[in-house]
């Protein structure tokens, strides 16, 4: 199993491209999700999502769209870069619980820098 | 409001010292879950180990112990006979009953010195 994969590993945009970042799990878990890391701040939660064909906001959704059309995908979107873009982004999945919080399994993570 | 404070920024010791980081938790939910990461240099978060908030036995794993104490809304960790591969940033993190989500802390960078 490869686990959580996300393409690409580092990209440089300049200010106002688009680009979509892709994470795929293969352990069939139900949740996913996008969370960004900067410097002094831990991560932080863009968007997840509990199930195919249902997204939701995290604590820090601007600027960014996200879609899950398959079980196994999950895709960020950044529609116009900015600067503040700049960080590097973790995809997580976790399985099903009703009851607790289970435990998340992360990506590799992928660099951005936007200029 | 839930919230996950780990106040050491960066903690460095010599190899085979013991060293512990630090991690306090807010929350007003009775159920709730806390999680310790480890980020080595290489980038990718490597999950530790989970914890339920009606449990309050210390783990031990190899040279990692936990000490989880709900009175002081701790969940701190413990490397014994500390290794240059144990250099790392580690995170503390926060799940709630019936969320989804994680509250992280922003990390304890830990240097190990040969």
Not at chain 1, 15 to 42: F, K, V
Not at chain 2, 41 to 49: A, Y
Request: aromatic letters at 14%; hydrophobic letters at 30%.
């Amino acid at each position: 199993n490869a686990g959580v994969t996300q393409t690409p590993k580092f990209r440089v945009l300049k200010t106002g491209q688009s680009m979509t970042l892709l994470c795929a799990q293969d352990m069939n878990h139900e949740y996913m999700y996008w969370y960004r890391q900067d410097p002094g701040m831990g991560l932080r939660l863009i968007h997840y999502s509990v199930g195919e064909g249902t997204t939701a906001k995290g604590e820090v959704p601007d600027g960014y769209n996200v879609s899950r059309l398959k079980k196994q995908n999950f895709l960020l979107g950044l529609e116009s870069a900015a600067p503040s873009q700049t960080s590097v982004y973790f995809c997580a999945s976790s399985p099903p619980s009703r009851r607790y919080t289970d435990t998340q399994y992360f990506g590799p993570g992928t660099r951005l820098t936007v200029l | 409001a839930q919230k996950v404070t780990q106040a050491q920024t960066e903690i460095s010791v010599v190899e085979k010292e013991d060293v512990t980081l630090d991690c306090v938790y807010e929350t007003r939910d009775t159920t709730y879950y806390l999680f310790w990461y480890k980020q080595p240099p290489s980038g990718e978060l490597v999950f530790l180990i989970r914890r339920n908030s009606f449990d309050e036995q210390n783990e031990i794993s190899g040279r990692y112990s936990w000490n989880f104490q709900k009175s002081t809304s701790s969940f701190n960790f413990t490397i014994t006979a500390s290794q240059v591969v144990d250099s790392a940033v580690y995170f503390c993190a926060l799940g709630g009953s019936g969320t989804y989500k994680y509250i992280f802390g922003t990390g304890t960078r830990l240097k190990v010195l040969a």
